[in-house]
């Protein structure tokens, strides 16, 4: 479900002539037991509402005063969001024979009397606004409108602007559909909010209200933001200049490439887009490459990330979360994973957050060769990224719900071969001349149509190779150091550059050596810790034959210490 939630003008969309009929009571009611929550967001004062709507019980909450006051209407509860008009002001308007009404923020007036209004605040130097709506005019203070007085309401009680649906009819309505995710205006609404809607139901006011609610209820797809770039992530673009993109909500999406290939490169577009857009995220982090991104905590740096805390921190709506695996035991982070899917799934069921799940290095979280009961999984995926080497080896259930998959590196054509085939969908078609460094596929199989070659978006900001991860973290088996010594006898795995030290300080001079003159350290550091300085340095020590076992080995010790001296 992508919208949890309805924000609703009243005048001229819920009501007509200034009270709900009982037809649009029913609807509203019907749409509640599909567990979504009804806002109502008004110019109206809560005391003025209060006598022409005896059915407020219908809305979880009640903005007032176009965005001046919260009220709930079950606990009749009611907390202003801005000061009191200035008692200067109000008499001032008086004394000019304004006939004015004062709530807990707003002085609401009609036209033709803005003039006055206008001349009394430049006269005064007040910092207020004045907004119209359909003759009325109302005074609030500055930057304070719908839109702000429904965030206010969506972030008590967890919910999103962009899992909210907004419907209005007047000129007071723009910010209120512009900042919910989808906005549609209805049939009688003023012919600027009808051009900048989502969406225009042609019936008038309470009907066109029954008609969304309708189409909530039946297929909200139908109700999806237009394609106007607003709900967009770019990825990159074709050689046409034609941009490569995905929806914010969009089904479960597959990138994947071999290692250094330009995965992080795709990830981190797409990450720093929701960021910038405010779409809730969760990473999934096995190596510690996503800490220091901009507006995101990362729990389990130190010890063993705890589930309640991921949820918990889930729970404020802008906060965004990175989960550190480094200190979960290898073989225990599928099982952590299922059990913090099912949490977030839970949160996702009730708030419609987090909008995105990213899972990286997903053959290792989620792996196919797991011998458990099967994940339990959702009718519909929407918004899980995987980020994967092997698409074959990620768990086929998940795999199976995949609309769009991306391969990077110069094997993408046999990348999206290997997901073909863990998707049971269809092999891709052939792509012309092998990728240049920057390019990758991307290919939806639904649309039936071959892998489309575009070249990459940069992110604004590199990942960071991160010193704890590789110092003292937990290296899966595939990137592991393994002293194993001439004839084989040993096999001692070593998950990261702390260990690796202590493990070199007790092996037998022929097993040290045996290694070094293979050189089996520098090739390990380029290729699996990825410190192209460091295996440089390395195979000087290598290649240095007047060095004796415990000289190669102080050495080798001062240059990793130098680079890695502690937790980052």
């Known amino acids: 479900m992508r919208f949890h939630v309805l924000a609703s003008d009243y005048d001229g969309t819920l009501a007509e002539q200034g009270r709900v009929s009982a037809a649009t009571v029913s609807c509203l009611e019907a749409l509640r037991r599909t567990g979504r929550r009804v806002i109502l967001v008004t110019g109206r004062q809560i005391e003025d509402l209060t006598s022409v709507c005896p059915r407020l019980d219908l809305f979880d909450w009640v903005v007032g005063e176009n965005g001046g006051v919260l009220y709930q209407p079950l606990r009749k509860a009611m907390r202003t969001l801005g000061e009191s008009p200035p008692e200067g002001f109000v ?53 304070m409108n719908k839109a702000s007085g429904l965030a206010a309401a969506l972030a008590s009680s967890g919910y999103s602007l962009h899992n909210t649906l907004g419907v209005g009819d007047g000129e007071n309505d723009h910010a209120l559909l512009s900042a919910c995710e989808a906005g549609v205006a209805v049939g009688n609404a003023v012919e600027t909010l009808k051009t900048r809607a989502d969406h225009v139901a042609h019936a008038p006011a309470a009907e066109g209200v029954r008609v969304v609610v309708r189409a909530l209820m039946e297929d909200e797809k139908r109700l999806y933001p237009r394609a106007d770039g607003r709900n967009l992530l770019h990825v990159g673009a074709t050689a046409q200049h034609e941009p490569v993109t995905l929806d914010a909500f969009s089904e479960p999406v597959l990138i994947a490439g071999h290692s250094g290939s330009g995965k992080s490169t795709v990830a981190l577009t797409l990450i720093e887009q929701l960021a910038d857009r405010n779409y809730q995220y969760c990473i999934l982090d096995p190596e510690g490459d996503y800490r220091g991104l901009p507006g995101a905590i990362v729990l389990g740096e130190g010890h063993p990330p705890d589930v309640r805390e991921v949820v918990e921190s889930l729970a ?57 009961t099967e994940l339990t999984l959702p009718l519909r995926m929407e918004s899980l990224m995987l980020i994967t080497v092997h698409p074959a080896h990620v768990r086929r259930s998940l795999m199976k719900h995949v609309r769009t998959a991306v391969a990077v590196g110069a094997q993408a054509r046999d990348t999206l071969m290997d997901f073909a085939i863990a998707a049971g969908v269809s092999k891709p078609g052939r792509t012309g001349g092998e990728l240049m460094a920057g390019e990758a596929l991307i290919w939806r199989p639904d649309d039936g149509l071959k892998p489309q070659r575009f070249r990459l978006r940069t992110p604004r900001t590199e990942r960071r190779r991160h010193i704890r991860k590789y110092a003292f973290g937990q290296l899966g088996p595939d990137k592991s150091f393994y002293f194993r010594g001439p004839d084989k006898r040993l096999n001692l795995r070593v998950q990261n550059l702390q260990l690796f030290l202590q493990v070199a300080e007790g092996v037998d001079d022929l097993t040290w050596l045996h290694h070094l003159e293979r050189h089996d350290y520098s090739r390990w550091l380029r290729e699996c810790i990825k410190d192209e300085a460091l295996a440089e340095e390395l195979e000087q020590v290598e290649h240095d034959l007047r060095l004796d076992p415990v000289g190669s080995r102080a050495r080798v010790r001062a240059a990793i210490e130098t680079r890695y001296t502690g937790p980052a």
């Open 91 to 143: 008499r001032a308007l008086r004394g000019r024979r304004v006939p004015i009404s004062v709530g807990q923020v707003v002085v609401a007036t009609h036209e033709p009397y803005q003039d006055v209004v206008l001349d009394v605040i430049r006269e005064m130097g007040l910092e207020l606004q004045v907004i119209f709506n359909k003759g009325a005019v109302m005074v609030l203070p500055t930057g």
């Open 316 to 372: 404020s709506t802008h906060q965004n979360v990175v989960v550190n695996l480094l200190e979960v035991p290898f073989d225990d982070r599928p099982a952590f994973f299922e059990s913090l899917f099912t949490r977030v799934q839970e949160l996702r069921a009730r708030h419609g957050r987090p909008h995105w799940i990213v899972v990286d290095e997903a053959h290792h979280v989620l792996p196919e060769s797991r011998l458990q």
